[in-house]
């Protein structure tokens, strides 16, 4: 049963506009997430990460936003840039409960267009 | 460098035989991990490793095994029990299970 779950397989958007990438969870225990971008036959890089005791973090071009009580975080890409065009993957795991292992979501695959 | 190390990038194997795919990585992590994708099913994880001599099964362990004898090295076995093989196959470690996990390049098996 996925735990981390991304629902829109693909985004398309012009170039100096606002992506906004999402993810939902069901497991209550995970508490650490993370997002990764990646291109083809290639690994996932980390992008940018955030804990619960946070609802924001900044990281230049890059934002993502914590919302505990929906179990909900997003990611903004503000402006996007052709080179951002990557698939994104989404991933959680637990500080506080030992054992648990990165779990992905299946992926936003994002265009940006000029 | 410090990094991981997946090899070879592609690798053929015929049907019913047992192939071994490498993962070496250099940045003294703890935990290691497996992960296989498929096309619309994201990263779906096989096996993992905290520590060495120990390691864990995934959501999708069956016909796969693995060992970490060493702390810099995690080979995946991908057996003839696994009824679909052909994948795109990719290695991770982190410092812990907590951490920041850094991707090989992957190794794409495919299997006629």
């Known amino acids: 049963d996925q735990q981390v779950k991304q629902n829109s397989p693909s985004l398309s958007v012009q170039e100096g506009r606002i992506s906004i990438l999402n993810c939902d969870y069901t497991?209550?225990?995970?508490?650490?997430f993370l997002w990764y971008k990646k291109y083809p036959a290639e690994g996932p890089t980390f992008l940018i990460s955030?804990?619960?005791?946070?609802d924001k973090n900044e990281d230049g071009r890059f934002t993502v936003f914590l919302n505990k009580s929906a179990k909900h975080l997003s990611l903004h890409i503000v402006p996007s840039q052709p080179g951002d065009s990557a698939v994104y993957f989404c991933?959680?795991?637990?500080?506080?409960?030992?054992?648990?292992?990165?779990?992905f979501g299946k992926g936003t695959s994002l265009l940006v267009t000029p | 460098d410090g990094g991981i190390t997946q090899s070879p990038k592609y690798l053929f194997r015929k049907e019913g035989q047992n192939v071994t795919l490498s993962c070496e990585q250099n940045?003294?992590?703890?935990?290691m991990y497996w992960y296989r994708q498929d096309p619309g099913q994201g990263l779906r994880l096989i096996y993992y490793?905290?520590?060495?001599?120990?390691?864990q099964k995934g959501d999708i362990a069956e016909g796969y095994s693995v060992s970490r004898e060493k702390k810099e090295s995690f080979p995946l076995t991908v057996t003839s029990a696994q009824k679909n093989p052909t994948a795109f196959y990719l290695c991770?470690?982190?410092?812990?299970?907590?951490?920041?996990?850094?991707f090989g390049q992957g190794t794409r098996l495919t299997v006629v």
């Open positions: 991933a959680a795991t637990s500080n506080s409960n030992s054992g648990y292992a990165l779990n």
């Open positions: 940045l003294n992590h703890d935990a």
């Open positions: 955030i804990s619960s005791i946070k």
């Open positions: 490793s905290q520590i060495v001599n120990d390691f």
């Open positions: 991770a470690s982190s410092i812990d299970l907590v951490s920041v996990a850094f």
């Open positions: 497991n209550s225990m995970f508490d650490y």
